[in-house]
């Protein structure tokens, strides 16, 4: 079992930028599969970006490609989510989480089975 707690959400201007950070519980970090979420208000909670077990591998969402880059420090049980060039639409609660899962598209939240509280970002025009 793995526990998450996302920080470095906070309010910014357009074009800003902004470290979350997801830290992890547990000895066994590494083995987990690591997916950033985010859920605007009225909105489905939907993905934003993943990194594989090992950091060599990391996706994501169309919306964010070129603006945002995931990283992780498995010494640290510790994933990044750089975030450049914010844009109002933006503005959202971020959630990581965490599978084991070694199957799967990692793009769908029910593919996760461990959740953070959450880190609201909001982005101001």
């Known amino acids: 079992q793995v526990q998450l707690v996302e920080s470095g959400g906070g309010l910014v201007q357009a074009g800003d930028s902004l470290r979350l950070s997801c830290a992890a519980s547990?000895?066994?970090?590494?083995?987990?599969?690591i997916g950033w979420f985010r859920q605007a208000p009225g909105k489905e909670r939907e993905f934003v970006a993943g990194i594989n077990w090992s950091g060599r591998s990391s996706y994501y969402a169309d919306s964010v490609k070129g603006r945002f880059t995931i990283s992780r420090d498995n010494a640290k049980n510790t994933v990044y989510l750089q975030m450049n060039s914010l844009k109002p639409e933006d503005t959202a609660v971020y959630y990581c989480?965490?599978?084991?899962?070694?199957?799967?598209?990692?793009?769908?939240?029910?593919?996760?089975?461990?959740w953070g509280q959450g880190t609201q970002v909001t982005v101001s025009s």
């Open positions: 547990g000895r066994t970090f590494s083995n987990y599969h």
């Open positions: 989480a965490a599978t084991q899962t070694r199957w799967g598209t990692f793009r769908a939240a029910n593919e996760y089975d461990y």
